[in-house]
């Protein structure tokens, strides 16, 4: 009101002050006025025209959507999802190979380990490697299941092997996953890694010392991820603890491990993950290893109780342009292991009576292993391992007995190879190893196929 | 007994008290970029989107990296294409990252494919054929009308997942619609050129741009999808363009592009290489707008 009232003052003080040029002014303005109103009259006009101009053409689009909407409408399928169609998914690996030796493979060994498992070259000439039928399927969206059979010869006869049966919560939520049944162990970076899915023919040297090739138990494992832009997660198992390197019978918790991953990337085009392991089981109880007879008496089998350690570390680096892995990639690996065991060793089958002493092992070993994708379906790569021992007892004689002793030799191998992958789904494989693993250098060639039939799964890191 | 896994079960728990995050905005797992711009479009402020790939990658191969598993980990939604696309790389993620949010039958779990039909669905399974998808071909975002209808569905997802935003997002949607729809009349109106244009494509990636453009596909580099183009299958198709010259050869960006030039080279079809979708610093606008003129220039 105050402002108003003041407002029409001060026109009224002009207008009485300069009353003549206010009568031209007001003229001129109104002039003024009238133009611009015209002016601004017209552009609105104009605008008016385009805005119903555009409402036209976007009702036209509308429409247009509105008919591919009904054409969708009336085609559409049933609804689908983002994993494979196939329920459950079933896939079939079939490998084999051609070997060759320059040493009989029956006389391999790796001085200051002790084999076990299926630790060993396997057999010169053609043969066929694990033939694996998988059949896994999300079961419900609480749980995803997965089992894997195994086929394969062993010593003549064909065996069939439950590698894997286990099932796995499907969000858990909190990054929490729990897993229970047969499965491999997470400890390692090959580890979990099937065999078909390995860049050589053979397990590293490591592995085959410690783990005769693969560390796999019935159990049960928890793994928490951690809520971070760097991948973190940690996870436990409790095993059984029967299987080799473990052994005895456990009615509970026999073996566990603790891991740990961090993983990330370093721009676009590099990634990598590390990882620290520890395995350990405080009651082996008689875990033996391939037996050896001296001139057709029965068997000499070393068997070893107490406690068994082991820690390891991996590292895996990969590279690819753009981060475009399809035409060119690399990959760099590394892992360590050490093993520390304290119990005893005794000869089964010996005497009477039984050889036995007392056991202080100490065993490492590591391998770098570089792949590198240098062309679409081309791969070649090269390898090394290293192991090394310091084992004690009361009893040297005995530890020499069941191949503990190191022989004063280094074990390492060189391998090298080259694949071409028609597919993503087949695989021819090359491979030279010159095998130092005792004092009789080795060569070994073999030419390997992998094919996978049916669903492919996606592969890990 | 008991201690043996106590120690493990309390270094467990003493990292899950350890990383704690609270956030404000929708964290959004997007497997390709054309959906990490559509969701930033219709999200606006209210989300916080990753893209898994660039422009510059094959969504069917990329690996399960760790870092990929950490964002699936705080993920609330996860935008993807379906269809089996990410087949070699999405199912890992889902598994490993411990996320009940974004698994399949989630709200928070949103397949394009599953909101448009597919062309291309395959008669037969088999692999002799090449890589097939057996739902259709996947590479649903060359065509604006099916991205309308996925915008749409969008939208009704984000209003599920986060309902006190719900206007934003209805708001944005609106927006989009009528944005889009004009960018669409606008495109269709600019490339009545290019209708009826014969094309020789590097991989079958493009089969939705062409029904869009009514472009002709007269030949394919690759013998089968996935398979990479071998010299007697080449030898074929330059054969095959002495009889029927066509207009212009197409690739993507991420694609090895030694086949497409030797083609050129023989044949003087003069080449274009498309982005196959959004890069980092545009949108899904201005995507099309750069495919549609890359695709014009070539034809004056």
Request: aromatic share 10%.
């Amino acid at each position: 009101m105050r402002k108003k009232f003041l407002a029409a003052a001060t026109i009224a003080a002009i207008s009485n002050i300069n009353p003549v040029w206010a009568i031209s002014d007001i003229e001129a303005l109104r002039k003024q006025v009238e133009a611009l109103k015209k002016d601004y009259e017209q552009r609105i006009n104009a605008l008016e025209n385009r805005l119903k101009q555009s409402e036209e053409k976007s009702q036209l689009a509308q429409q247009k959507v509105e008919q591919v909407a009904e054409k969708v409408e009336k085609t559409k399928t049933t609804s689908r999802t983002g994993q494979r169609n196939f329920n459950p998914e079933i896939s079939l690996i079939l490998d084999g190979r051609y070997a060759d030796f320059n040493n009989d493979p029956d006389a391999y060994k790796l001085p200051g380990f002790t084999l076990g498992n299926e630790a060993g070259l396997g057999e010169a000439g053609f043969s066929i490697g694990h033939t694996e039928l998988a059949i896994s399927a999300n079961a419900d969206d609480k749980f995803y299941g997965k089992a894997t059979l195994a086929i394969h010869d062993h010593e003549g006869e064909t065996e069939t092997d439950l590698e894997e049966a286990y099932i796995q919560t499907l969000g858990l939520g909190h990054g929490l996953t729990l897993k229970a049944g047969r499965f491999y162990s997470a400890i390692g970076y090959l580890n979990e890694q099937h065999e078909h899915l390995w860049d050589f023919a053979d397990a590293p040297l490591i592995y085959r010392g410690l783990f005769g090739d693969q560390l796999r138990d019935d159990g049960l494992q928890v793994t928490y991820v951690a809520p971070t832009d760097t991948f973190m997660q940690v996870g436990t198992e409790l095993f059984r603890g029967d299987r080799f390197p473990g052994g005895g019978n456990h009615d509970g918790v026999g073996a566990w491990t603790v891991f740990a991953n961090i993983g990330g990337d370093i721009g676009i085009e590099h990634s990598w993950q590390l990882g620290l392991n520890h395995w350990r089981e405080n009651d082996v109880d008689d875990r033996t290893s391939d037996g050896h007879s001296h001139g057709g008496a029965a068997t000499e089998t070393a068997s070893f109780s107490g406690d068994s350690k082991i820690s390891s570390l991996d590292l895996v680096y990969k590279w690819a342009p753009n981060g475009n892995p399809t035409s060119r990639n690399f990959k760099l690996q590394f892992e360590y292991f050490d093993r520390r065991e304290d119990g005893s060793i005794t000869m089964l089958n010996s005497g009477p009576p039984e050889e036995v002493s007392t056991y202080d092992g100490q065993q490492d070993g590591w391998y770098a292993q570089a792949i590198y994708q240098f062309k679409p379906h081309w791969r070649t790569g090269i390898r090394y391992d290293r192991l090394s021992s310091n084992n004690n007892g009361s009893d040297e004689d005995v530890l020499a007995e069941a191949g503990l002793d190191d022989e004063g030799h280094t074990p390492e191998r060189y391998s090298a190879m080259l694949e071409w992958l028609p597919s993503e789904y087949s695989r021819i494989r090359l491979q030279y190893n010159r095998d130092d693993s005792y004092e009789d250098a080795d060569n070994q060639i073999f030419l390997q196929y992998t094919l996978s039939l049916g669903s492919h799964g996606a592969h890990q890191f | 007994m008991f201690n043996q896994i106590k120690r493990p079960l309390f270094i467990m728990l003493f990292f899950s008290l350890w990383a704690n995050n609270s956030h404000s905005a929708i964290n959004v797992f997007a497997c390709e970029p054309e959906w990490a711009s559509l969701v930033q479009i219709l999200g606006g402020k209210r989300v916080s989107v990753f893209s898994a790939t660039t422009a510059l990658q094959d969504p069917h191969h990329i690996q399960a990296r760790p870092s990929l598993i950490a964002k699936a980990r705080r993920a609330d939604l996860l935008v993807c294409t379906g269809a089996e696309l990410e087949a070699g790389w999405l199912p890992l993620l889902l598994r490993k990252s411990g996320n009940g949010k974004i698994l399949t039958g989630q709200p928070g779990h949103f397949m394009s494919a599953d909101h448009v039909t597919l062309l291309e669905k395959p008669k037969l399974l088999d692999r002799s054929f090449g890589d097939v998808h057996a739902d259709g071909n996947p590479h649903i975002h060359l065509d604006p009308h099916r991205i309308m209808l996925i915008a749409e569905a969008l939208t009704k997802t984000l209003s599920l997942i986060d309902p006190d935003n719900q206007n934003d997002y209805q708001n944005n949607w609106s927006s989009f619609k009528n944005t889009w729809s004009r960018a669409i009349t606008n495109w269709e109106q600019q490339s009545q050129s290019l209708r009826g244009k014969k094309i020789v494509v590097n991989h079958n990636s493009w089969v939705y741009l062409e029904d869009w453009l009514k472009l002709e596909r007269v030949a394919t580099l690759e013998p089968k999808p996935g398979i990479a183009p071998s010299s007697a299958h080449l030898t074929q198709v330059l054969a095959e363009l002495k009889q029927n010259q066509a207009d212009m050869l197409l690739y993507a960006t991420y694609q090895n592009d030694k086949a497409v030039r030797w083609l050129a080279e023989k044949t003087h079809i003069p080449v274009v290489a498309l982005p196959f979708s959004v890069s980092s610093d545009e949108s899904l606008f201005q995507w099309y707008e750069k495919i549609l003129s890359q695709l014009l220039d070539i034809k004056q």
